[in-house]
């Protein structure tokens, strides 16, 4: 996980986890988080979060699950990126917390927008673009200036913002 947030919301996995006698293996990028204290859980690995990473790790430690959804938006693309490439099925590790397809739903801007209008939710005017012309295009002749561009599947949730003209965008 990364910042204040998901170090609270992994710590309190942990003991939650911990409490119903779970061995808890911890990947942390962050030494300097709560949730990488030996009290929390049983094996810790301060590792960087990729996809590498996490597939020796499995392979070493042999766990029956993987929690992915209190690792922010990184604990969810890497637990995406296994199950899709059959890792995990091959590992015998079971997605616990969202499975692939709601990953899915919530991490790609169109299933997403599908979804949400498929049971009557409002949205705000978007399309998915894959170049700069197109996007130009729906921001100039459709739905005007500012725009929020926010880019799908990139961890953190970095490279998007608000383009108020078209030399911003």
Do not use: W
């Not at 990947?27 to 301060?46: E, L």
């Amino acid at each position: 996980g990364q910042a204040a947030e998901f170090d609270y919301a992994g710590t309190q996995a942990c003991r939650a986890l911990k409490e119903d006698g779970i061995e808890i293996v911890l990947v942390n990028s962050n030494p300097a988080t709560i949730m990488t204290d030996s009290a929390m859980a049983d094996k810790i690995y301060i590792e960087p979060l990729t996809i590498n990473v996490i597939k020796r790790i499995i392979e070493k430690e042999k766990p029956d699950s993987l929690l992915s959804t209190l690792g922010g938006q990184t604990g969810l693309t890497l637990s995406m990126q296994l199950a899709e490439c059959g890792f995990l099925a091959e590992q015998g590790v079971k997605l616990l917390g969202a499975n692939p397809e709601t990953i899915h739903k919530a991490e790609d801007r169109q299933a997403f927008k599908d979804t949400m209008e498929s049971i009557g939710e409002p949205c705000i005017p978007s399309k998915v673009v894959e170049t700069l012309e197109d996007a130009m295009d729906f921001a100039n002749n459709e739905i005007g200036y500012p725009v929020i561009v926010r880019p799908a599947f990139t961890l953190g949730g970095t490279g998007g913002g608000f383009a108020y003209n078209e030399e911003e965008l």
